[in-house]
């Protein structure tokens, strides 16, 4: 099975700007989280999405928003860029049903800076 | 409060000696799944080994086992016969369940401790 993949894997933004970034789950997962990670704050969960919902959200501001498709493609927006949103975002695939249990496959990322 | 702790920002050893990374976890929920994750400087996400807070059995995927003391809330990974390509940041993980049963806030959540970067020496 192919893995996950992330588009794009770099990008330069100003602030003010907003940005789109996209997620590609391994075929036959309906889950898809969203992660950033930055040296200071460490790993972060952004939100996850299943089946076109969103079933769980971090904490972060609402310049930060998702959305998934039905073939469960996942993008997630970030409105009015601060120079805070440089990071890594890291979005992870899962079948969704699994619980607790459940191991979650990371895509490469996508490393946005934000000048 | 801290749920998951890494205590080691950075751990060496020698190429094909064993080394253990600690991770000490906080929660009350009796049942949890704990998760490594390898990163290399490329950024991907790499799962290494999964334990879950009922299994009775230390978790072992080929050179990686998992030293779980659940009285100590701790879950150590364990890298046997280091190499060269062992050289990354291992990040510790956990989920927590009962929320997840009562409502689903913990659903895709992964709590991440800080990661310790291990460096395998020639």
């Known amino acids: 099975k192919a893995g996950v993949t992330q588009t794009p894997r770099y990008l330069i933004k100003t602030r003010g700007q907003q940005v789109t970034l996209s997620c590609s789950p391994i075929?036959?997962?309906?889950?898809v989280s969203w992660y950033q990670q930055t040296p200071g704050q460490g790993l972060q969960f952004l939100f996850e999405?299943?089946?076109?919902?969103?079933?769980n959200k971090g904490n972060f501001p609402g310049r930060f928003s998702g959305r998934q498709f039905s073939n469960s493609r996942s993008e997630m927006n970030v409105s009015t860029l601060e120079l805070g949103d440089s990071a890594l975002y890291l979005c992870a695939s899962s079948p969704g049903t699994s619980g607790n249990r459940e191991t979650q496959y990371f895509g490469p990322g996508t490393r946005l800076l934000v000048l | 409060a801290q749920k998951i702790t890494q205590t080691q920002p950075g751990m060496f050893v020698q190429e094909k000696e064993a080394v253990t990374l600690d991770c000490t976890y906080d929660t009350s929920d009796p049942s949890y799944g704990l998760f490594w994750y390898k990163q290399p400087s490329s950024g991907e996400m790499i799962f290494l080994i999964y334990?879950?807070?009922?299994?009775?059995q230390n978790a072992t995927e080929g050179r990686y086992s998992l030293n779980f003391q659940k009285a100590r809330k701790s879950a150590n990974l364990v890298i046997s016969a280091s190499q060269l390509g062992d050289s990354a940041m291992y990040f510790c993980?956990?989920?927590?369940?009962?929320?997840?049963?009562?409502?689903?806030?913990?659903?895709?959540?992964?709590?991440f401790g800080q990661g310790t970067i291990l460096t395998v020496h020639p």
């Open positions: 075929s036959g997962h309906r889950s």
């Open positions: 999405y299943f089946s076109e919902t969103q079933r």
């Open positions: 334990q879950g807070s009922y299994d009775q």
């Open positions: 993980a956990m989920r927590e369940a009962a929320a997840l049963n009562a409502g689903g806030t913990s659903y895709g959540k992964l709590t």
